[in-house]
């Protein structure tokens, strides 16, 4: 299994992002998938989860309305689209594989998000 994120980067407040994961050693098709963050000096924080077809997607309070997770099955990738970006949402951003409610056995690497003016 493999979980390859991309996409991070330095932005200015009020900014978008695109996270790109790319998952390769699985049937990505079968699984449900997160990203979850870890700010500097912070526990990791789920940030959204998607299932299996894309047809239910979650996301935690904080990123609501700004965050946007989807999927695309055929690249074998998950995306995350990130909004009107706050500096509290800087972080390392990783994918990760869902076992089961809220247990993720694998995970990415991460990439930096970094919002500041």
């Known amino acids: 299994v493999q979980l390859v994120e991309s996409g991070g980067g330095m932005v200015q407040p009020g900014g978008s992002l695109r996270l790109s994961c790319a998952a390769s050693?699985?049937?990505?098709?079968?699984?449900?998938m997160s990203w979850v963050r870890q700010a500097p000096g912070k526990g990791p924080e789920w940030v959204s989860s998607i299932i299996t077809d894309g047809g239910m997607t979650y996301y935690t309070d904080s990123v609501k309305g700004r965050f946007t997770i989807s999927r695309d099955n055929a690249k074998n990738t998950l995306y995350l689209q990130m909004n009107s970006l706050k500096p509290e949402d800087t972080a390392l951003y990783y994918c990760?594989?869902?076992?089961?409610?809220?247990?993720?056995?694998?995970w990415g690497q991460g990439t930096q998000v970094i919002v500041s003016s």
């Open positions: 990760a594989r869902n076992k089961g409610p809220g247990i993720r056995d694998y």
């Open positions: 050693g699985f049937t990505f098709s079968s699984y449900d």
